[in-house]
T-cell receptor, first 111, second 112 residues
Framework: RKEVEQDPGPFNVPEGATVAFNCTYS??????FFWYRQDCRKEPKLLMS?????NEDGRFTAQLNRASQYISLLIRDSKLSDSATYLC????????????WGAGTKLIIKP | NAGVTQTPKFQVLKTGQSMTLQCAQD?????MSWYRQDPGMGLRLIHY???????DQGEVPNGYNVSRSTTEDFPLRLLSAAPSQTSVYFC???????????FGPGTRLTVL
């Protein structure tokens, strides 16, 4: 089983719709959680950190469920510019604080 | 600030050749790392460094060497290239290991 699992998609969504992704992680000792965005043939960039209480940044909402070991990302009022691959990332709970990366969910927003 | 820079952007090697991927950052970050990204897989850590003179292995270190003689530079050396090393390589840096990582634009490597 992969340490961090995501539905690869692609999710084809009309502009203006709401879309949600989930990500599951296997290590219950994981400490920190993030969503990164990666545009085609570009480097990953941090979208937002995920906090236990949930957090919102404009149209983006991230939630963490430690009991079920999953993280979610909700995008409201989707824009064409939201088309990208969204990477779920978990920081290891061991001593070296390494990041464990999901393979990503591809999102395509259609006009 | 240029951020994290990587050279070259593209490279084609023949099996058995060696080469060095360059990575530099101008943010005075202590932590630097190398990842590879393959289709259908998450980024995998190759090597990392928590400061000048200190390096350690990540998840997939075999076939690669690193050194960190200065804070700014963290080159990745392929000792004898193999087709399995065909991948996109990203260098990243952060102020410390637990801070947000900033990535370079990547190097697309093909080994024939």
């Amino acid at each position: 089983r992969k340490e961090v699992e995501q539905d690869p998609g692609p999710f084809n969504v009309p502009e203006g719709a709401t879309v949600a992704f989930n990500c599951t992680y296997s290590n219950s000792a994981s400490q920190s959680f993030f969503w990164y965005r990666q545009d085609c043939r570009k480097e990953p960039k941090l979208l937002m950190s995920v906090y236990s209480s949930g957090n919102e940044d404009g149209r983006f909402t991230a939630q963490l469920n430690r009991a079920s070991q999953y993280i979610s990302l909700l995008i409201r009022d989707s824009k064409l510019s939201d088309s990208a691959t969204y990477l779920c990332v978990v920081r290891s709970g061991d001593s070296n604080y390494q990041l464990i990366w999901g393979a990503g969910t591809k999102l395509i927003i259609k006009p | 600030n240029a951020g994290v820079t990587q050279t070259p952007k593209f490279q084609v090697l023949k099996t058995g050749q060696s080469m060095t991927l360059q990575c530099a950052q101008d943010m005075n970050h202590e932590y630097m790392s190398w990842y590879r990204q393959d289709p259908g897989m998450g980024l995998r850590l190759i090597h990392y460094s928590v400061g000048a003179g200190i390096t350690d292995q990540g998840e997939v270190p075999n076939g690669y060497n690193v050194s960190r003689s200065t804070t700014e530079d963290f080159p990745l050396r392929l000792l004898s290239a193999a087709p399995s090393q065909t991948s996109v390589y990203f260098c990243a840096s952060s102020r410390k290991a637990t801070d947000t990582q900033y990535f370079g634009p990547g190097t697309r490597l093909t080994v024939l």
